[in-house]
């Protein structure tokens, strides 16, 4: 069209007219002369103001939904009857507008919700959009990037210094099946195919449980697990490539404070945890975390190949993983856990040789709730710290406990003791405190009056001890969300804001099928939490949420608490003594220390 | 199977309101809802009751982990 004709704006609405306001700046930056009617025009005044100014389009808007395709129609019918269709493009737009209904009427174009200017300029100027539609500019985030570790309370760090090097020196001596397996498992990522390298298998199958044995021996698959045939590898290289090339991510995060947002996979077949991925990282999930099935962890020894399973958790092998790896964006983060379970230290080697971003190591959980011996732990959790270093690879250090019934005062302490003995170690470990509605406190009624006050105590409570990246969890709002996908969202999205608010600096969220327990989780569901985060940093934005007082009190109160562990544990001969004898969390608060992996300890 | 369930990824929610008279009944209206539209693997994701009748959010399972993804064919 050509620019020395005006264009006229008019809402045919009786209030709303913000879109033509927007649209009326955007066509005078572009160099169009424009006319903006107020509201509540009658279709004949639109007409007529459009003749008398030998307009070359008018773009009607309309906001409200009701007594639409009358109107539209109406005023359509009139601008034929006076010629003015003839010579005068007609456009409508507006939250009310479908564009099928704007077609169907003889519009020469409808704009729905959504509609960006250059859309409704394009359609002027007879041409296509020029729209970006590359998505989000992400790029890949070291979470602990800007902490220095040092210590504000030099009394927890001096019990913490007493208790590391002590467990140090008492492990000093001591190795397990799963820190010479991990070895063996460099030895076969590393050597050729050869003798060395046969005899390095043979010795691995050695060290691993029968049904490891049976596998590698008898070609004999642990129950409900197959190996993916090529046919499937190979359509899964083609889903993962036509996904890539047409993946466009939104970004989660309003403002600069906002967390990083982590997802969980593990549905049991690694390409259902591809395309889960690629959902999540179409909607905006920073990084991804790999459960792999709980039988895994209390077996000694992994299988190898690419190997799917019909329960939960997906099976640790190189391949699965390289498989996983392979499927994600370049600006996504990659965490695989090694925080319980016998085979931690291979867990790590993997994760680093493979090019994971992060992993999970933990030695006070994984004993206390997920069920492996604490001497064992002790002894492999060190060695998992001593290749995240190698690898460069920060790590979590979860309270699961709390879940059991622990205090989060104790699960705290354990997470500082085994956080503590990285540090030493070189490490840049990640304070995970649980986010959620702990029995702890389903008992203390400290979440009575609000969800706010105890989690941000928490928070307050480390950032008094040590300046340490912290990643609540995992997932936030757990025990809160219910099968009600609207609610289980909306708490989702209330504890990210909250956490937001704190200045944490990643978060991770669960889907809005987190509380449904009657099969796996629907790809869909991770959308919802996705997106209802998403609304909640743009609702918030750099504004925060305000704890009441009765936060510090909580917050003095963890402190005192984690002291009184830590005194206690510094008493002490090493770590895995004090787990033993309940000072991180007894049997009658529910933690019991674990048995998998019981009296395997050898001498270095 | 229809091409247009193959290109699900794993499941059909239907969310839905029964008129109804208690729980009961919505979620065999669910379950009948969802037998209509051919889906086998089915449950009850949510369902709450409150004096006009039942909101409801029913699941068929098209595929489970270790299944074959009709999917993963592409636009074949």
């Known amino acids: 069209m050509d620019k020395d004709k005006k264009i006229l704006l008019a809402p045919l609405d009786p209030v709303h007219d913000i879109g033509l306001k927007i649209m009326n700046r955007a066509l005078k930056e572009n160099g169009y002369e424009t006319i903006l009617l107020p509201p509540d025009y009658q279709p004949e005044e639109i007409i007529k103001s459009a003749l008398e100014n030998k307009v070359g389009a008018v773009l009607v808007s309309r906001t409200l939904g009701y007594g639409v395709a009358e109107l539209l129609s109406k005023f359509i019918d009139q601008a034929e009857a006076v010629g003015l269709r003839e010579h005068v493009k007609i456009a409508i ?134 190996p993916l045939s090529d046919h499937e590898m190979s359509e899964l290289a083609k889903y993962v490539k036509t996904t890539k090339d047409r993946m466009r991510m939104k970004k989660l995060q309003k403002v600069e404070e906002n967390p990083t947002v982590f997802i969980q996979y593990g549905t049991g077949c690694p390409f259902m945890d591809v395309a889960h991925i690629k959902v999540g990282e179409s909607w905006g999930a920073d990084g991804v975390v790999h459960f792999d099935p709980s039988w895994g962890a209390r077996t000694e020894g992994f299988l190898e190949g690419y190997l799917t399973h019909e329960q939960d958790g997906t099976i640790i092998s190189p391949e699965n993983l390289q498989v996983i790896k392979a499927s994600l964006e370049p600006s996504t983060l990659w965490q695989v856990r090694a925080h319980r379970g016998l085979n931690t230290p291979e867990t790590v080697l993997l994760a680093g040789k493979i090019g994971a971003d992060m992993t999970k190591i933990n030695i006070a959980y994984g004993s206390l709730g997920g069920g492996t011996d604490p001497a064992r732990l002790t002894v492999d959790g060190i060695q998992c710290m001593k290749y995240a270093k190698e690898f460069s690879m920060p790590f979590d250090v979860v309270t699961n406990e709390e879940l059991c019934g622990v205090p989060a005062a104790k699960a705290f302490a354990g997470m500082l003791t085994t956080a503590h ?167 009658a608060e529910g933690a019991y220390p674990g048995r998998g992996g019981k009296d395997s300890l050898m001498d270095q | 199977m229809e091409t247009c369930l193959k290109k699900v990824m794993d499941a059909v929610d239907i969310e839905t309101f029964f008129v109804c008279k208690d729980e009961e009944e919505g979620r065999d209206l669910a379950l009948k809802l969802l037998e209509k539209f051919g889906l086998k693997d089915t449950d009850i994701v949510f369902i709450e009751h409150s004096g006009a009748g039942a909101r409801v959010r029913a699941r068929g399972y098209l595929y489970r982990a270790g299944d074959q993804y009709a999917w993963l064919e592409g636009d074949k």
């Open chain 1, 93 to 226: 737009g507006g939250m009310g507008i479908r564009v099928e209904l704007a077609q169907e009427l003889g519009y020469d174009a409808g704009f729905g919700p959504g509609t960006v200017p250059e859309q409704v300029i394009a359609f002027i100027e007879e041409r296509e959009p020029k729209l970006d539609l590359s998505g989000a500019i992400k790029s890949k985030k070291n979470i602990t990037d800007g902490y220095d570790y040092v210590y504000g309370n030099k009394k927890i760090e001096a019990l913490l210094d007493k208790i590391a090097e002590e467990t140090l020196a008492w492990a000093s001596t001591k190795t397990s099946k799963a820190v010479l397996r991990a070895e063996l498992r460099r030895k076969l990522m590393d050597l050729p195919d050869g003798p060395e390298k046969d005899a390095a298998k043979q010795e691995y199958i050695q060290l691993s449980d029968e049904k490891i044995r049976n596998f590698y021996q008898n070609g004999t698959m642990p129950p409900y697990t197959r």
């Open chain 1, 421 to 587: 003995i990285a540090i030493k170690l070189g490490c840049r470990p990640v304070l995970q405190p649980l986010f959620v509605y702990s029995p702890e406190v389903m008992i203390t009624g400290e979440m009575e009056d609000n969800y706010v006050d105890f989690n941000a105590a928490k928070i307050k409570a480390l950032r008094s001890i040590i300046d340490a990246p912290i990643w609540p969890g995992a997932p936030i709002g757990f025990l809160t969300q219910t099968e009600d996908r609207v609610q289980s969202s909306l708490s989702t999205a209330m504890h990210g804001a909250l956490a937001s608010s704190l200045g944490v600096e990643a978060i991770s969220i669960a889907s809005s099928d987190e509380a449904y327990s009657g099969g796996p989780i629907a790809g869909p569901s991770r959308i919802d939490t996705l997106t209802a985060v998403k609304e909640a940093f743009r609702f918030f934005g750099g504004a925060g949420i305000k704890p009441t007082e009765a936060a510090d009190t909580m917050a003095e109160k963890i402190v005192a608490g984690i002291i009184d562990t830590l005194e206690k544990a510094a008493e002490c001969e090493s770590f895995a003594e004090a787990l033993y004898a309940g000072i991180y969390g007894s049997t």
